[in-house]
C-alpha cells in the first residue's frame, strides 16, 4: 500500500488537501475549528468522505464560525441531524456545538485556540490525547493524533521526501513537528 504523499498527488480530491493544507500550520481558530470538526467526523470513516462533505459541512456549520456554531440550539441540532451535506451522527454533532463553547473559553483565557495550542507544546502524542480528552468531546487518539499532524504538531503528515515536506520547512521552519525531526536526527 502506497503511503498518502504517494497516493494523494494523484487523486483528484486529496491533491490540493496534501498539497496545500495537509501538515501546514494553522493559525486562524475557524480554520483550526474546521479541521478539529473535520477530524472528529472522519473517526470511523474515510478522510476522501470528508473532503466530499467539506462544502456541506462549511454550509451546516457557518463557515465554522465558532462563535455561531457555539450558539447553536435545539432547532440548529435538528437541522442538522436531517441535512445530508454532513455526517449526522448526533455524537458528533453535539461535540462540534460544545468543543465550538469550549474553544470560546479558551479563547478568553489564551486569546486564542492557537495560542492553547501553542501554550502546550511540546508534547507527545499520549499527552496531547490526555489534553485534548480532558478538554474536548469526541477526541480520542486518533481524532487528536490526525488533528495534530494536519495543523504541523505532531510528525507524519509527509514523510522527508515528500515535495510538500520540503516546502513546509522553508516557508514554516519552526513548525513544531520539523523541530521534533530534527531533535530526531
Known sequence: MSTYCEFAPNHPLHHDYHAYEYGFPLSDDNALFERLVLEINQAGLSWELML???????????????????????????????????????????AAIENAKRILALQAEHGSFANWLAH???????????????????TGGGVVGEFLMSIGYLPGAHHSGCSVYSEIARLYPDTPFLQANQSEE
Do not use: C, M
Open 52 to 94: 466530499k462533505k467539506r462544502a456541506g459541512f462549511r454550509t451546516a456549520y457557518h463557515n465554522f464560525d465558532i462563535t455561531s456554531v457555539a450558539a447553536f440550539d435545539e432547532q440548529d441540532r435538528a437541522r442538522l441531524l436531517a441535512d445530508s451535506g454532513i455526517i449526522r451522527n448526533r455524537l458528533k454533532i453535539n
Open 120 to 138: 502546550h507544546h511540546p508534547k507527545s502524542k499520549a499527552e496531547w490525547v490526555k489534553l485534548f480528552k480532558k478538554t474536548f468531546l469526541f
